[in-house]
């Protein structure tokens, strides 16, 4: 099974840096991280690959997208686990689809997580170059919250 990830970062981070967030992540080699072109004809040529990784760039709102696909099961838990070392590493808020709350039938909602390990809700505010949220009130939250969030709940 291939999972797909991705979130998004305020500040401009390099590939080379989130490929070696990404690496110590996963616990992987970082020779098994290569491009997300190169991801497929990898794993159909049965190279020992473990994720394709892909960064995109923009110049304002959150400057950073890194998404990656990889060859593993992957729990929520882990996943929310890696957007919090990238805020706390990189010292930048990171958002990530929100996945606490119901769908609301708006645009698209995130969960922005801060590096003090706090969060806030959000809409996306989006034009054809620029990805930003605007918080859906003045609420913070203690990241635990998340961490212990019933993840068993949401799936079943």
């Keep these: 099974m291939i999972e797909f990830c991705e979130f998004s ?28 072109s190169e991801f497929w004809d990898a794993i159909e040529n049965g190279a ?27 729990r929520e838990a882990e996943f929310l686990t890696i957007a919090i070392t990238a805020s706390i590493m990189f010292n ?10 119901p769908p609301d039938g708006s645009a698209d909602q995130f969960i922005v997580i801060t590096p ?6 959000a809409y996306s505010i989006m034009n054809t170059d620029t990805f930003d949220t ?8 203690d990241i635990e919250i998340l961490l ?9």
């Design 9 to 36: 970062i305020k500040a401009h981070i390099e590939y080379s840096e989130l490929r070696s967030l990404l690496a110590d992540a996963l616990r992987i080699d970082r020779s098994q991280i290569v491009a997300e």
């Design 48 to 74: 020992e690959v473990a994720v394709g990784l892909g960064v995109l760039h923009g110049n304002t709102g959150f400057r950073t997208l890194c998404k990656w696909y990889q060859s593993r099961d992957f």
């Design 92 to 101: 930048s808020e990171v958002a990530v689809g929100n996945f606490i709350d």
């Design 116 to 121: 003090a390990k706090r969060f806030y809700r």
């Design 134 to 141: 605007i918080p859906v009130d003045d609420k913070l939250y």
């Design 148 to 156: 212990n969030h019933d993840w068993e709940k949401r799936s079943g």
